[in-house]
Structure formats: structure tokens, C-alpha cells
């Protein structure tokens, strides 16, 4: 069985009367990737505040283990394996990027060559070598992402933390960012991300837990939350009319598409749906060309959750993201 990097029940905090996160429950296992998602408010920075150390959990929460270590009693272990980078970036940029990096080398106690030889290759590997001597502040929005992620990966975590790592990064700059978060789990890093992104969380997670109103409103892969609602079919085309005819006359639950030559029949798109409908088609003697299996997308999901609107996407430029 493989251990946890993060492991919370009954998480719970309030502010005031407001109560931001009612008893989540949270099981990340170790070199996977968990997206937390949620649209505006729901709670997510909260989360990560309260997993990474920044803010205590409300008294009535129960255990959290971060990294093995119990974060109401041992604070000073987790903060020592873990990484966050986000809204709340480290970025300094009145220094260059180097001397960025250069810093949390200092802050995490490495010697002077060492410290150079991790940053250099850090800068190399986020592809900043070149700008790495011009203040932080010129900086594009996805060059300082990668900055902050590279300052992060100073300390060696072997848990980070990545609230809302793209909100306002042009799609390109998203792409990048991507393709680095899925180079971090390579390295067998766990990565806790935070998105308002269905297609961000549909890409990168291997386990998704909408959060809606401070309670998890589902949890599971991208495919399992798929199959919670309807909306999923199976679709079969045929090449010759008359073939397509008598299926559909075989198969009158099927709704019809006569223009495509195609019939639907709703699925959810389990393996013993699926094989419910095969053996139906065989009793029936119906050989269709092409079958297809059609699920509902993450955004199905997500609206039928929440009850949210669709989340607006890339509503900031690249300029003003900090
Ligand atoms: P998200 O990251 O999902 O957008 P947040 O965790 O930032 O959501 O916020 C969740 C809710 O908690 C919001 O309604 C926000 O106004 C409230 N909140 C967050 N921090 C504080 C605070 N320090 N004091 C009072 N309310 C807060």
C-alpha cells in the first residue's frame, strides 16, 4: 500500500461566524498529483493555508498528517517537507532572479558552491538562465511562475503546494506550467493543486475533490466523477442505410440520428453497462461499424456539483497576474 503525503479528517475552519471549510476529508497518496477544485470562494486557499502551515485548522478539526508529521504538534517537520508556491509567491522583484534563488539557498542552509550549483541548474531547468540577471520584475507572469516554482524546489520538498499555479497565464504559458507540474511528479514529488479549471484538473490530477460551500462535494478521478451524472451514451454508426434501419427498428430506446446513420443509447459507460449492450446487440444479430463511448465532461460535472457558472477563463493578461 503506498503511504500518504496528506491525510485530513474533519478539516474544518471559520472565521467569525462564517463557516469556510465545514469537516473535509483528504487522502493524497505519496508521487500523485490531488486537485482541490472549486470555483471563487470556496475554501481552497483556505486548504492549502491550513496544510502548509501559514494558518491553524479550527479547534474541532480532526487528525492531519502532512508528510507523516501531525501538523497540530509537529509544524516545524511538515514546513520542512513541504513547498508552496501561488498567490502568496516569494518573488522578490526589486532582486534579480538569480539572487532570488540564491536567497533560498541561504534559507535552507546550503553552502555557498552548493547553493550556486543547485540555483544555476534550477534556472537551467525552468529555462531562466538567460533572464536570470535582470530584476524579477521584468519578468513576464509565466516566467515569474517559474521563478517561484524554481525558489520552491530550492528546499528539495517533497510535497508542494500550488495554489491556483495558472489563474491569468496566457494558454501557452499554461501548457509550460503543465508540463512542469507533470515533470515534478516524475521526480516522485506529490503535488496538492489548487484550480478553478476543470480542463487544468481533467489534465494534470490523478484524484479530483470538488469543493463547493466548504464541503467536498465529490471526489474520485477525472472518469469516476464523469460517470456520477448523466449524459454519457453509447453511439453506434452504420455505413449502410438499410443495416441502420432495422437497428434502429431492433432498438427503439436507442434515439436516432438518421442523417448520421448513428443511434445513441444512454450509458454510463461502465465496463458492465457496456457489456450489457454488446450482448443486446449480439441477441439482436446488429453488428454496428463504428462504437463509441461517450462521457459527460468534467464541465458536466462541475455544474451539476456546484450548481456554478462557468468559471471565467483567462479574464486577467499575463501583465497584471501579480
Ligand atoms: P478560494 O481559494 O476557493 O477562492 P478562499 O479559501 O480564499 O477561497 O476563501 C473562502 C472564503 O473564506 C471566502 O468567502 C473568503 O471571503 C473567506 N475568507 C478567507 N480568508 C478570510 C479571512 N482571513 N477572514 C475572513 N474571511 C476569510
Redesign the pocket.
Known sequence: MTSLAIAANGLRKS??D?T??DGIDLAVPEGTIFSLL????????????ILSTL?TAGPASGEIRVAGHDLATDPQAVRAAIGVTG?FSAVDGLITGEENMLLMADLHHLSKAEGRRVCAALLERFDLTDAAKKPASTYSGGMKRRLDIAMTLVGDPRIIFL??PTTGLDPRSRHNMWQIIRELVTNGVTVFL?T?YLEEADQLADRIAV?ND?KIAAQGTAEELKRLIPGGHVRLRFYDPSTYRSAARALREASRDDEALALQIPSDGSQRELRSILDWLDSAGIEADELTVHTPDLDDVFFALTGSTVPAQNNQTEENVR
Open positions: 472565521y467569525g462564517k469556510v471549510l472549486g470555483p471563487n470562494g470556496a475554501g481552497k486557499t483556505t486548504a492549502v493555508k494558518i498567490q495554489d491556483e489548487t478553478q469543493l466548504g
